[in-house]
């Protein structure tokens, strides 16, 4: 549906219900503290012609949140997900939320949208049981009609009960419905976006077509650290049609067509000065560690190290290791921003519209109140699109050309040079097992370059240490959140170390991990996957080529098993079969949260096995699909997927669980395989080599 | 400096005034107003922009305009016909085979051409053929599977 439509539709006649949540009733803390209590935070209009309307500041960005929100909306006002129209992160229509991001949309919109629904359901059944003359007992409710039970004659629709009328309603009197008697949610339901996507008619932000539309090439230095300080553009300035635009050390050249643009600027030479970061991919690790050093903290310490270092019969000290990353999504960085009248409209391609006003806000001083963003269909984020350098870009070049829609899109050169990527991560941990292979005696982690977030899982290590580093700046180059960030680079340091204890230990790896799991819902989990993966666990190295990681995100538990088949002469990995058991309690739409788990899966083997951003100094090596190497067909293996049966608990979200323990059940399946750690992500056939050099001749 | 270049587009005669080097995707895009071709990395490593010239799977990104005069070029938004989805698309559909969608087009049109060749072709077979074609969500198996049941669904005639 057209957003035109859909506004003409929803202010003829309609029934609006704005919904606020009591203060605290939020499962977290919102970033800006009571920002959903001051705002409207879920928002349903019933139009005339029966039709819903769901306004939320979430973003479609292949996730499917537009389908499993339609889904809880159509649930509790029984409808057909097709009958709610989806609006989503448009500053101006939808209520305020966060960003799109740490797979909160389940856990923290979901519910309040729910409920929202919940309380619209009860409104319009009580107008009907006044219109129709029966108590609401005796209704009955489907797709937009109301009726008498006992004489279906009598019926109203929502079309009727809702003319002209607006209500505010404070959400939590009303309880959604039980989920025995829910009919869609745990069914397979079409996404939404299917058609759309499927005939190229979805519109990303590179897809707008607005009248006199002008590309907007900026001019970029060669190298992180250098800055512009002269330039000349008189080439470009020749060819018909260019026009340069000046904004600080910000040049950009402007054309109707976006390939000229990029051409034209190819004609201006800039003179950069600054200084570039004394640093390479290659000793990038060792600066980490030595800049780190003195910030760092204990972020958690219980029990005597070295009382219990004297009780380890089993003693293990790893480094691991990963590289900078980037997010790569398929569609890079794009927005077109247009000044009109004293405001500032931006339609961008982002996970966060509203972090993205603020900060256009800020770089152009305006009030919030004079910035509009407007996402489109969002070709990927990943956490890369949280921040919008682009969409600034955008609207201080639209700044300067008053009434001019200006398209910044970045090429893939630019996408891979300004991403801020994964960091690259050092983790040292020390640890120990008891002489009876059950307890761990002692565990001394410490990180530079990531965080130590969700380091832990329930396993029993009762004496511990965690460190990790205080210290402003830390990187060379700008870092930012990765799809689970912190958390996967932990779980390959601690899963990755749990195996190689219990390998030199001589106990299996699953036995090891039943011995210390202390929550009862992984310990379910764990067996789930073993027995779903049909495998009797041994002592490694084993030469099956299997290997077994758990991981956590939030309360969302994930268990993966991979088998992989290592080339030693090439130092080649093959991923012959992946699968994870997850548990994210109650799932609301499977067959999506399946698609989260299968591309998690299939991302991250590209994460282990092969991406890695190279660079010297301040410059970028890696500048297109050649040398970045993403995972293509041939490297996807088989995949399983299994869903805890936990209908009982909260959904949790399911964009960043499964991601968590990817890479560590790989480094567990090639150990398995060869006897080899690799400790160093993405473990590359080099690297995969080395570490075969550094077995033990039997 | 701008060539009078005609080809057949989505089934349509077509007349562009633009310079003969200019890339196909652009004129797609720019001048045609036809923006499901999407760009990826502008030097034929993604799949992204995939159309077909004459049938043929091409990077439109890397391939200028001269190169198709007198050529039919097919689109992702020309392989309905009447609003009835092709075979593929409706795979692609049924078995979600997407996340995002910026892939998808380029997806579906190098798929069309190799099972125009080839409909009754194994897994591995499906695998090379979609190799040039990257997919950042991971909608890889779903895509494979999409592949396959569309070949069976066009029994090896079209």
Not at chain 1, 156 to 165: D, I, M, N, P, S
Not at chain 1, 580 to 604: F, H, K, S, W, Y
Not at chain 2, 35 to 57: H, I, N, R, S, Y
């Amino acid at each position: 549906m057209r957003r035109r439509d859909f506004l003409e539709g929803v202010t003829a006649g309609a029934l609006t219900f704005f919904f606020t949540t009591p203060v605290g009733s939020a499962p977290i803390v919102p970033t800006r503290p009571g920002a959903y209590a001051e705002d409207l935070n879920a928002y349903l209009k019933i139009s005339a012609d029966g039709r819903v309307g769901c306004f939320v500041g979430k973003v479609e960005l292949g996730q499917g949140a537009m389908t499993v929100l339609a889904m809880l909306v159509a649930e509790e006002l029984e409808l057909d997900p097709a009958q709610v129209d989806m609006l989503m992160g448009d500053t101006d229509l939808c209520p305020w939320d966060m960003p799109t991001g740490g797979s909160l949309t389940m856990w923290h919109t979901a519910p309040v949208l729910r409920g929202a629904a919940a309380e619209a359901r009860a409104v319009l059944l009580r107008m009907a049981s006044k219109a129709l003359g029966a108590p609401v007992a005796d209704l009955a409710l489907k797709d937009g009609a109301i009726w008498v039970k006992a004489a279906p004659a009598r019926r109203t629709t929502f079309g009727e009960l809702v003319k002209g009328r607006k209500m505010e309603r404070h959400l939590g009197k009303i309880k959604p419905k039980p989920l025995s008697d829910c009919t869609l949610i745990g069914r397979r339901v079409p996404r939404k976006d299917a058609l759309a996507k499927t005939t190229g008619a979805a519109k990303y932000a590179g897809d707008l077509r607005l009248p006199g539309t002008l590309h907007a090439c900026i001019l970029r230095p060669p190298a992180h650290g250098l800055n512009l300080v002269a330039a000349d553009t008189a080439a470009a300035e020749r060819m018909p049609g260019v026009r340069i635009v000046r904004d600080g050390t910000l040049l950009a050249v402007l054309h109707p067509q976006p390939d000229t643009a990029r051409k034209a600027l190819a004609l201006v030479k800039g003179t950069f000065e600054g200084t570039e970061p004394d640093v390479d991919d290659g000793r990038i690790y060792q600066y980490l560690v030595d800049k780190a050093a003195p910030g760092q903290r204990v972020m958690i310490s219980r029990g005597d190290l070295a009382a219990g270092e004297k009780r380890a019969a089993t003693v293990v000290e790893g480094e691991y290791r990963n590289a900078y990353e980037s997010h790569a999504t398929l569609e890079p960085h794009t927005s077109v921003a247009k000044w009109e009248e004293g405001r500032m409209t931006v339609w961008a391609s982002t996970q966060s519209p509203f972090v993205f006003r603020e900060a256009v806000a800020e770089a152009l001083k305006l009030g919030q109140d004079k910035v509009h963003i407007i996402a489109q269909f969002v070709g990927g984020g990943f956490g890369g699109k949280l921040v919008g350098p682009g969409a600034i870009e955008a609207a201080r070049i639209a700044r300067r050309v008053p009434g001019v829609p200006i398209q910044v899109a970045w090429n893939r050169e630019e996408d891979l040079f300004l991403d801020g990527y994964r960091p690259a991560a050092v983790v040292k941990i020390r640890s120990g097992l008891d002489a009876g292979r059950g307890a761990i005696t002692f565990w001394d982690s410490t990180v530079a370059g990531v965080s130590q977030g969700e380091a832990e899982l329930p396993y029993d290590m009762q004496t511990n240490r965690y460190q990790a580093p205080a210290v402003p700046n830390l990187h060379p180059l700008k870092v930012g959140a990765w799809r689970a960030p912190n958390a996967h680079t932990n779980a390959f340091a601690r899963e990755s170390q749990l195996d190689a204890l219990a390998a030199k230990a001589g106990l299996d790896p699953v036995t090891l991990r039943r011995r210390l799991i202390t929550d009862a819902r992984l310990l379910r989990l764990l067996d789930l996957a073993v027995e779903t993966f049909d495998w009797e666990p041994a002592p490694g190295p084993t030469g099956r080529g299997i290997g077994l990681a758990c991981g956590a995100w939030r309360q969302g538990l994930v268990v993966a098993i991979a088998q992989v088949a290592v080339d030693k002469t090439t130092g080649k990995v093959r991923t012959e079969r992946f699968l994870e058991a997850v548990d994210v309690g109650l799932v609301v739409n499977p067959d999506g949260a399946r698609q989260q788990v299968e591309g998690a899966i299939t991302m991250c083997i590209g994460q282990a096995l092969s991406e890695e951003i190279r660079f010297k100094g301040g410059r970028i090596l890696d500048k297109n699909f050649d040398t970045y190497l993403l995972p293509r067909f041939s490297a996807i293996p088989r995949i399983q997927v299994v869903f805890a049966d936990n209908a009982t608990s909260v959904t949790q979200g399911i964009g960043e669980p499964p991601v968590v323990p990817v890479a560590a059940a790989l480094a567990n399946a090639v150990f398995d395989a060869t006897g080899a750690r690799v400790t160093h992500v993405p473990f590359t056939p080099e690297r995969v080599l080395e570490a075969l050099k550094r077995v033990p001749a039997k | 400096m701008d060539a009078t270049v005609s080809f057949v587009l989505n089934g349509k005669p077509v007349t562009v005034k633009s310079p003969h080097d200019r890339m196909l995707v652009w004129v797609l895009r720019d001048e045609l107003g036809l923006t499901g071709t999407k760009v990826g990395c502008e030097a034929g490593l993604c799949g992204a922009c995939t159309v077909l010239v004459d049938f043929e799977a091409v990077p439109s990104c890397s391939t200028t305009l001269g190169d198709v005069a007198g050529k039919a070029v097919l689109t992702i938004e020309g392989l309905a016909l009447d609003g009835k989805l092709d075979p593929v698309q409706k795979a692609f559909q049924d078995h979600h085979a997407f996340q995002c969608g910026y892939c998808t087009s380029g997806m579906i049109m190098a798929a069309w051409a190799f099972l125009k060749k080839k409909p009754k072709a194994t897994r591995t077979e499906i695998v090379e053929a979609m190799e040039g074609n990257l997919c950042r969500c991971g909608a890889h198996v779903r895509i494979l599977d999409a592949v396959e049941s569309a070949g069976k669904a066009m029994g090896g005639v079209r």
